[in-house]
């Protein structure tokens, strides 16, 4: 494209504005709010977030004395001073929020609060999920004054929880608990969650009877609730869902399927509100602004009409971002309109790379741990990449406008697919595609009906019912063909997780492809993305084995690959009409470690906890053979016998328990499946107690050495007996259970008694997943947290290890 040549005009203005001629000795100065001091402050506090362990507060304070006089005195070495500023603020902020989650001496205690119900509650089924501010007065405990928590209320009669509503003001009674998640390769971080949106604490309503609503919904988001009740009752068509999103950035009601088919598509970046739901705001702002002025002449008197549309511009996009929920895209653009109006009044010619570093800097220092969110570096390299390939002038003409809009869309594929692969694990392929047809028809059409419809409603109820519904309308014109390339088995290609090398070679290869025509060896850019696109999984050899306990919390789900199969020992815990493990836990964990199929899977026995999330992992991963026990509530295609065997690459799996005609007695009747390899043995018991253990210890106490072993039970105390632990002699036993669970699984004897048989006890609630390895190098293991360590680590906060023989115990 001939139109990419352009982007060297860009960098060279990019060098031209960073550094001008300060006197003979040659010294540089660097604009404060320029591009480089932008990039500056960017690395510093990305460099810190990224830390496994934050410095201690007296450093980052000592950071502040030079890179403060780097700024103000050495200008020369100002983009130095910046990062170094970058570096202390972000830690300072990362720190302070950390400290402010709850102590350990209110963690799980009942307590009463009162405060405000923030931005809009979601209701599911059996719960709903709401933010909640406590309020600052001396009545409330001094370490969650002024705190956000997030709470959830569950319920099996919703009509109790439809008093929830957004801005009323409440008194809870509620436990809490700090912040804590799962670690799961290809999951994501609720730790990193709450410290970018400054939760202090997580819990749930203990007695909603004595729940008391002191004052009815106020505010903005008030507003927006109500705002989008109005939608709802005004488009009877299920495109509602999808107008109460565009229009306020309202997602409850979109399922699972509407996220899965956005996501196949490319389309979540449009669906939340964006910088140009902003821009269309400020722009009806300027105009309603200049309209008056020209009304009335005599208001140019006391400030010209330029002057006052600019300024309608400034307060419609900040207060359309107030409205909406302040998310990073809406005030990104909302600063970069604001420094617009501001060159245009001081009568300044301002380059938009400017306007983005200005931008830039203005929302890290407002919030430097917004470098934590997705929406931060899709919104800022989005605009960055656009800029540097594209000329900022509009293209002469119909052709030139499409060959614009093309040249744009490739640009930001090819340069936003790198950033795509590694938060979210996934590349669309059908998004180029679908892009290029959804962006200008939802931009132009659907998008300004639905807020012409929210501006209409504002100002007289009803009017704004028949521009939801023409919004509606022209949505669904177009979403049965985007749904129809969104559910093609090819939309959508899910990546195993890479190393962290990946990410700068694959940006490192956009850059080289996207330079101009000509350069030679170009094409060569493609090996960089290698990395990234087929990154080293540890796949096990022939006779080898490749062990993985999900974090699933208290629940279980072990994924046992051999070189060239897989299967799928259980499929963790889930709530009927809540919670699933399964698809929040279990199938990310699958795709971060590049299982692209499972050959069979086995459902150990029917409770919840391990069979909850069978049907979400089917869903994605399609098990051709399920064994289950007879009899089990969850069944199977071929019943779990014990004597029943089959050879994987080199790999002997059999099943020891239950026999044949065993009955169906829960727990005791769970598969126990014996794992033989050239280099070890592997024993997953499942949920068996200590009558099934000493049958098995009866019936052949040799076939249950094992190197590795699941501890039975979770760690209860009716498991795990003295002789069965002696038979097995394992090295290393493995717990899968949830953090601070109410059944304190394991239990401390458990874990005593298996530590003095001479295992090494790891527990997936202080460990996360843990991945195990038998094969020529020996028994190896990685523990997840460990291995991506994060300075918010919520355990090692906490002073827990993850060796629960040499941990205190709990």
Not at 260 to 273: E, Q
Not at 480 to 507: K, N, T
Request: hydrophobic share 50%.
């Amino acid at each position: 494209m001939a139109i990419v040549a352009q982007r060297w005009s860009f960098a060279s203005g990019f060098l031209a504005s960073g550094a001008t001629a300060a006197g003979e000795a040659g010294a540089y100065t660097w604009p404060l709010f320029g591009p480089h001091c932008a990039v500056a402050l960017l690395a510093g506090a990305g460099c810190c977030l990224l830390l496994p362990v934050f410095p201690p507060h007296w450093l980052l304070l000592v950071l502040l004395v030079p890179g403060a006089a780097c700024v103000w005195r050495w200008t020369a070495l100002r983009p130095l001073g910046v990062f170094l500023l970058g570096v202390a603020f972000a830690g300072l902020q990362a720190t302070a929020v950390l400290a402010a989650q709850l102590p350990n001496s209110l963690q799980g205690k009942p307590l009463t609060l009162s405060g405000q119900i923030r931005d809009l509650p979601v209701s599911e089924p059996r719960r709903t999920r709401f933010e909640f501010v406590v309020d600052a007065d001396v009545r409330q405990p001094e370490a969650l004054r002024g705190k956000t928590l997030r709470l959830s209320w569950y319920d099996d009669d919703p009509q109790p929880r439809a008093a929830l509503r957004a801005g009323s003001r409440w008194e809870l009674p509620v436990r809490l608990r700090a912040p804590r998640g799962l670690r799961n390769p290809g999951g994501s971080d609720a730790e990193r969650y709450a410290l970018a949106a400054r939760i202090a604490a997580t819990g749930h309503v203990v007695k909603p009877l004595r729940a008391h609503r002191r004052a009815g919904p106020v505010g903005i988001d008030a507003w927006r609730e109500d705002m989008s009740a109005h939608i709802g009752r005004a488009v009877s068509s299920d495109s509602a869902r999808y107008v109460r999103a565009l229009a306020l950035g309202d997602t409850r009601f979109l399922d699972q399927t509407d996220w899965a088919r956005l996501r196949a598509a490319g389309l979540t970046h449009l669906i939340a509100i964006s910088g140009f739901h902003v821009g269309l705001v400020a722009g009806f702002c300027a105009l309603l602004v200049a309209g008056l002025w020209w009304l009335f002449p005599s208001l140019c008197h006391g400030l010209p009409r330029q002057f006052a549309a600019g300024g309608g511009a400034i307060c419609g996009a900040f207060g359309y971002a107030v409205l909406t929920g302040m998310a990073v895209p809406t005030l990104r653009t909302a600063v970069m309109i604001a420094a617009l109006v501001a060159t245009r009044w001081l009568r300044r010619r301002q380059r938009l790379a400017d306007v983005l570093a200005l931008g830039c800097i203005v929302l890290l220092l407002l919030d430097p741990l917004a470098l934590l969110g997705a929406g931060f570096w899709l919104s800022f390299a989005g605009v960055a990449w656009l800029l540097w390939c594209l000329p900022e002038g509009d293209a002469a003409g119909l052709r030139g406008r499409l060959r614009g809009l093309v040249a744009a869309q490739a640009v930001a594929s090819l340069g936003l697919l790198p950033l795509g692969v590694v938060l979210f694990g996934q590349a669309s392929t059908a998004g180029p595609l679908a892009n290029l047809v959804a962006v200008p028809w939802w931009s132009l059409v659907v998008v300004p009906l639905s807020l012409l419809g929210v501006l209409a409603e504002a100002l007289h109820a009803g009017w704004g019912g028949w521009l939801w519904q023409a919004s509606a309308w022209c949505f669904d014109l177009l979403w049965p063909a985007l749904a129809w390339i969104a559910d093609s088995p090819l939309a959508l290609l899910w990546l195993p997780e890479s190393r962290w090398y990946a990410l700068p070679l694959a940006l490192l290869s956009a850059f080289w492809l996207l330079l101009p025509r000509g350069l030679p060896g170009r094409w060569l850019a493609l090996l960089l993305w290698l990395p990234l696109l087929h990154p080293p999984q540890e796949l096990p050899g022939p006779g080898e084995l490749d062990l993985t306990t999900v974090d699933v919390g208290q629940g279980l789900s072990v994924l046992v690959r051999t070189h060239r199969h897989a299967l799928l020992f259980d499929m963790g815990p889930a709530v009927p009409d809540g919670y699933d493990a399964g698809e929040r836990a279990v199938v990310p964990a699958l795709h971060g470690l590049g299982v692209r199929r499972l050959d069979a899977g086995i459902v150990s026995h029917g409770d919840m906890d391990h069979a909850g999330g069978r049907a979400a992992v089917a869903a994605v991963f399609p098990m051709p053979i399920v064994l289950a026990p007879a009899g089990s509530p969850s069944p199977g295609s071929m019943d779990c016998i014990a004597g029943r065997s089959w050879t994987w690459d080199g790999v002997r799996f059999t099943i020891l328990h239950p026999g044949e005609g065993f009955p169906y007695l829960g727990n005791e009747a769970s598969c126990v499946l014996h794992i033989e390899t050239a280099y070890g043995n592997v024993l997953l018991p499942g949920d068996i107690g200590g009558y099934a253990e000493r049958k098995l210890v009866r019936e052949g106490a040799s076939t249950l050495r094992s190197d590795v072993v699941l501890v039975p039970h979770h760690g209860s105390d009716g498991s795990s007996d003295p002789a069965f632990i002696t038979a097995v002699g394992a090295r290393l036993a493995l717990v899968s259970s949830g953090a601070d669970n109410r059944f304190r699984h394991p239990r401390p004897p458990v874990v005593r008694r298996w530590c003095g048989a001479g295992a090494e006890v790891l527990d997936t609630a202080r460990s996360g997943a843990l991945r195990v390895w038998l094969g020529q190098g020996g028994l190896r293991v990685r523990e997840y947290r460990s291995f991506r360590e994060r300075a918010w680590d919520a355990v090692r906060r906490r002073g827990q290890s993850a060796g629960l023989c040499y941990a205190p115990e709990r």
